[in-house]
């Protein structure tokens, strides 16, 4: 999964790179949120340190 | 010549560099990184990519908008990890650098960067470089930066499917899901 998050900032900065910035800015958008989300679901992990 | 634009460069270069030395790291020293690791490193890849459109679009306030927001959600990733290892006796993740583990200089580093960051974007005769930029056209640190930041994720992309294959990462990785036995 982590793989597919960063191959998506590969292919908007690929869209950067020709040109298509409403594109791109709006793939850095939906990577970064489908980052934060799969950084929520490791985040709810139970903190062992703490049990 | 785009003064601005290079200044960008030099902020790829810069997270660059240190996404070459985390990247060492894992092959040097044969330490695995982290699910929460691999994000701050996702976290790192897309302020460069903020910083990308700033260079090839040339600076917007939309852009810089990104790389802060981006710089705020790898912020939280890396006090996330912080705060696992921040009670006195629990072991930290990995080898410290300098005297701080990874995730806290990420944490630094990320603070550092909306600072930055916001300083930066508050420059107003840089919004007068307009226009996208062919490769030709865009000076060599530009170009410089591109090329090396394009080589980064498109590395981290292929050392993450090695370490974790399409699914979810192991909390505590001992070895390659690519090369497991």
């Known amino acids: 999964m982590i793989a597919l998050l960063f191959s998506l900032f590969f292919v908007t ?18 990577s970064l949120f489908l980052s934060l989300l799969w950084f929520f679901h490791h985040a709810s992990d139970e903190l062992p340190i703490l049990l | 010549m785009h003064p601005y634009r290079q200044l960008n460069a030099l902020g790829i270069i810069a997270i660059s560099a240190m996404l070459t030395y985390a990247f060492a790291d894992q092959f040097v020293n044969h330490e695995l990184p982290c699910p929460l690791c691999l994000l701050q490193r996702l976290g790192f890849v897309a302020v460069s990519i903020g910083l990308l459109l700033n260079v090839t679009h040339g600076p917007r306030p939309s852009h810089y908008g990104f790389a802060i927001a981006a710089s705020v959600a790898g912020g939280a990733m890396a006090l996330r990890q912080v705060s696992l290892h921040v009670i006195p006796g629990t072991p930290g993740y990995g080898s410290p650098f300098l005297g701080l583990h990874f995730y806290t200089w990420a944490f630094l580093l990320f603070a550092f960067m909306i600072a930055a960051i916001a300083m930066i974007s508050s420059l107003p005769r840089q919004y007068d470089d307009l226009g996208w930029l062919q490769w030709r056209q865009q000076p060599l640190l530009c170009k410089l930066a591109i090329v090396v930041i ?21 909390d505590n990785p001992e070895q390659y899901w690519l090369f497991q036995d």
């Open chain 1, 13 to 30: 900065a690929g869209l950067a790179l020709r040109g298509k910035k409403s594109l791109a800015l709006a793939g850095a958008y939906l």
């Open chain 2, 150 to 170: 394009t080589i980064i994720i498109s590395l981290n992309a292929l050392a993450a499917f090695s370490e974790c294959g399409p699914g979810t990462c192991p």
